[in-house]
């Protein structure tokens, strides 16, 4: 079973820096796109950051400029995430879409990491 673990996140004050982790296991050909998203607390999720297989990155204009996505391996994903503020606190879980060793195309999530932004 594809699984995908976040990693990284904490508390951090205005203006620091976090870098998280998304790893994937499990039966898996290959990642199409990997997706960051957010959700804040009473806030509807929000898509933050996608790098596709083939490296091309999009951003929410909120974090252009301060946040970087980058494949580290074929199988993990990173957010870095630099001059914090307090409107990035959220709950961040990452997105796949990929390609069984069967050639299915699923989608999987993972539980999310805790990021909070203190001023």
């Known amino acids: 079973q594809v699984q995908l673990v976040e990693s990284g996140g904490g508390l951090v004050q205005t203006g620091g820096s976090l870098r998280l982790s998304c790893e994937a296991s499990?039966?898996?050909?290959?990642?199409?796109?990997m997706a960051w998203y957010r959700q804040a607390p009473g806030k509807q999720r929000e898509l933050v950051a996608t790098i596709t297989s083939d490296g091309i990155t999009n951003y929410v204009e909120s974090v252009k400029g301060r946040f970087t996505i980058s494949r580290d391996n074929p199988k993990n994903t990173l957010l870095q995430m630099n001059s914090l503020k307090s409107e990035d606190t959220g709950i961040y879980c990452c997105?796949?879409?990929?390609?069984?060793?069967?050639?299915?195309?699923?989608?999987?999530w993972g539980r999310g990491t805790q990021v909070t932004v203190s001023e």
């Open positions: 997105r796949a879409t990929l390609t069984t060793p069967w050639g299915r195309s699923v989608e999987n």
């Open positions: 499990g039966p898996i050909r290959s990642i199409n796109t």
